[in-house]
């Protein structure tokens, strides 16, 4: 027997072993617990993130502020949609998603906000992006080659943030002008 057909085995018999893990095999290298901690904090910043554009969509469409209000919107869903992301991931890795409204703004990373102004709004939501930008970039490093499914997650995440927060920088030079 050849080598190769030697690991395909072993590594067969380990996924059998312990099948209750779900997607989590010997092979996964990271501390479980930990990610699953982390990535329930990633949650309730997308779900803050999610509420804080939802209100900001409410709130300018009563404001005067055509294409701005859209911009929002869109922003909201996304963020529902990387919400929904780590749920799933959580869930993969044997963890429980912690979407208890108690605590959810301590455990998130960014802010809820409470501007009123237009611009107070867009100058929250490019502040809450820039802090998702800086510590999803430090989950990045942190997961590093260990589990390499959650990083790649985290990587398409942040480069989603980069994007928003481009978006909320265009968006403050053309209202504050
Ligand atoms: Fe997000
Ligand atoms: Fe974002």
Same mark, same amino acid.
């Given at each position: 027997?050849?080598?190769?057909?030697?690991?395909?085995?072993?590594?067969?018999?380990?996924?059998?072993?312990?099948?209750?893990?779900?997607?989590?095999?010997?092979?996964?290298?990271?501390?479980?617990?930990?990610?699953?901690?982390?990535?329930?904090?990633?949650?309730?910043?997308?779900?803050?993130?999610? @509420?804080?554009? %939802?209100? +900001?969509?409410?709130?300018?469409? =009563?404001?005067?502020?055509?294409?701005?209000?859209? $911009?929002? *919107?869109?922003?909201?869903?996304?963020?529902?949609?990387?919400?929904?992301?780590?749920?799933?991931?959580?869930?993969?890795?044997?963890?429980?998603?912690?979407?208890?409204?108690?605590? @959810?703004?301590? %455990?998130? +990373?960014?802010?809820?906000?409470? =501007?009123?102004?237009?611009?107070?709004?867009?100058? $929250?939501? *490019?502040?809450?992006?820039?802090?998702?930008?800086?510590?999803?970039?430090?989950?990045?490093?942190?997961?590093?080659?260990?589990?390499?499914?959650?990083?790649?997650?985290?990587?398409? @995440?942040?480069?989603?943030?980069?994007?928003?927060?481009?978006?909320?920088?265009?968006?403050?030079?053309?209202?504050?002008?």
């Amino acid at each position: 027997m050849n080598t190769f057909q030697a690991d395909i085995e072993e590594i067969r018999r380990r996924a059998l072993e312990k099948i209750d893990d779900g997607a989590v095999t010997a092979f996964y290298k990271a501390d479980r617990d930990k990610v699953i901690d982390v990535l329930n904090e990633v949650l309730a910043t997308e779900t803050v993130c999610t @509420l804080r554009y %939802r209100g +900001h969509y409410f709130m300018a469409k =009563g404001i005067h502020s055509s294409g701005v209000e859209s $911009e929002f *919107l869109q922003h909201a869903r996304e963020e529902q949609d990387h919400a929904d992301r780590v749920a799933q991931r959580i869930t993969e890795l044997g963890g429980t998603q912690n979407l208890n409204p108690e605590g @959810l703004a301590t %455990r998130s +990373h960014a802010q809820y906000g409470n =501007g009123v102004r237009l611009e107070d709004m867009i100058k $929250e939501d *490019l502040i809450a992006e820039r802090i998702a930008i800086a510590t999803y970039s430090e989950i990045v490093r942190w997961l590093g080659a260990d589990d390499p499914t959650t990083r790649r997650m985290m990587e398409e @995440l942040l480069a989603k943030e980069e994007e928003h927060a481009d978006d909320m920088a265009k968006l403050l030079s053309r209202v504050s002008k």
